[in-house]
């Protein structure tokens, strides 16, 4: 599941940054506050991607959907970039969860292929 959430927020910090560089074209925004905001929700994405896997992590991570979507306000278009990374990070969370459960299936069937069998003697 990490990989496939980190990959979606690898995702979302660029198209984040790509979204700042559009609403500094707004003239009733400050630079200022387009790179700050835009910073913070930046770095939150690459903090996400390490703590994903711990408890929260995934809610935050919805969090962070949330205000992507409502940075369509600023930028409109982010309101469909928002949906697309919404569905991506459900997708990510929902096959990532089921892709852990398969390994940790196979690991264990291994574990359990190599224990030697008991002496018959």
Do not use: N
């Not at 599941?1 to 198209?15: D, H, K, P, Q």
């Not at 409109?76 to 089921?98: D, E, I, N, Q």
């Not at 852990?100 to 690991?107: L, Y």
């Amino acid at each position: 599941m990490r990989t496939l959430c980190a990959s979606t927020l690898i995702g979302e910090f660029f198209v984040i940054g790509f979204a700042a560089l559009v609403a500094m074209k707004d003239p009733g925004l400050s630079t200022t506050t387009v790179w700050t905001v835009s910073g913070i929700a930046m770095f939150l994405c690459l903090a996400l991607c390490g703590v994903v896997t711990r408890p929260g992590g995934i809610a935050l991570g919805w969090a962070l959907q949330a205000a992507l979507v409502a940075s369509g306000f600023v930028v409109p278009t982010m309101f469909f970039m928002g949906a697309l990374f919404g569905a991506l990070w459900w997708a990510s969370v929902h096959y990532g969860r089921k892709i852990d459960e398969a390994k940790a299936r196979f690991a264990a069937q291994a574990a359990q292929d190599e224990t030697p069998a008991p002496d018959a003697a």
